[in-house]
């Protein structure tokens, strides 16, 4: 699968962003992570290919993820941007094993793209 993010760019806190990844094939599992430098990447959000998603506790109630099954497009929207959600976006996916109701560890994901950029500024 490979994937291509795209929609980051420069926002004032409070403000908000949409991440697009388009995919070229479908996948049991996709989600979004980030990562700035010197942390580890971490998880934002994923989504089952049934629809169910899962999100880390930092984003609740502000991330939403989607994707439209027609176009292999997943969707990241930020609402409510904050000033420590600056970082490098990850789209991601895992073909053949789904995500069961978590956000999956960085290691378990097949393929990735290559980065969309998110800066808040307070």
């Known amino acids: 699968v490979q994937l291509v993010e795209s929609g980051g760019g420069s926002v004032q806190a409070g403000g908000s962003l949409r991440l697009s990844c388009a995919a070229s094939?479908?996948?049991?599992?996709m989600g979004w992570f980030r990562q700035v430098p010197g942390k580890e990447r971490e998880g934002v959000a994923a989504?089952?290919?049934?629809?169910?998603?899962s999100y880390a506790d930092s984003v609740k109630g502000r991330f939403t993820i989607s994707k439209e099954n027609d176009k292999n497009t997943l969707y990241l929207q930020m609402n409510s941007l904050k000033p420590e959600d600056t970082a490098m976006y990850y789209c991601?996916?895992?073909?053949?094993?789904?995500?069961?109701?978590?956000?999956?560890?960085?290691?378990?994901?097949?393929?990735w793209g290559q980065g969309t950029l998110v800066t808040v500024s307070s």
């Open positions: 094939a479908s996948s049991h599992c």
């Open positions: 991601a996916a895992r073909e053949f094993v789904a995500c069961s109701g978590y956000v999956p560890s960085a290691t378990t994901l097949d393929a």
């Open positions: 989504i089952d290919s049934d629809g169910s998603t």
